[in-house]
């Protein structure tokens, strides 16, 4: 009889460490399945940060070309850098540009701005074209080293 406790013990014991193997192997699945989600995701994360890039590399450009008036391509650029929640790491770098949204970064656009008196609107007109005249020089200057950029490792 002991000798058929041992058996039993034996076939447990291989039947647990059986069981212990394939949970080891779906956890080593698992492990893997995330990983390869979560490379998946910084890689589309990479693709869209810089896909941003691209927009304000080509915002740059044209403002510098004269395609894009200098306002809205500051507003363009502030913007796309809140996207990715930049602002406060790149704003001491391009200090025109950043000067300037903060300006004009509430004034309303479209349709908003159609409702407003006409007084209102001459009004932040003025301090828009203000703000230009007295920054465009260096806001182009900005946009020179916008063309081109890319994110360092100390932004």
Do not use: W
Request: with cysteine; net charge neutral; hydrophobic share 45%.
């Amino acid at each position: 009889m002991s000798s058929t406790l041992v058996i039993i013990a034996v076939v447990i014991v291989l039947a647990l460490t059986a069981y212990a193997a394939s949970l080891l192997c779906k956890l080593k699945k698992q492990n893997e399945a995330r990983a390869a989600a979560e490379a998946e995701r910084k890689a589309a994360t990479d693709a869209r940060r810089e896909s941003i890039f691209e927009d304000i590399r080509y915002i740059a450009h044209a403002m510098l070309e004269d395609r894009c008036e200098v306002s809205e391509g500051v507003v363009r650029i502030a913007r796309l850098f809140e996207v990715l929640s930049l602002s406060e790491r790149v704003s001491s770098d391009y200090p025109a540009l950043f000067q300037h949204f903060e300006l004009i970064r509430n004034h309303p656009i479209m349709e908003e701005r159609k409702a407003l008196p006409k007084q209102e609107r001459m009004k932040l007109d003025f301090e828009r074209m203000k703000s230009e005249a007295e920054l465009t020089e260096a806001i182009l200057d900005d946009a020179k080293r916008l063309k081109d950029f890319k994110l360092s490792a100390c932004h």
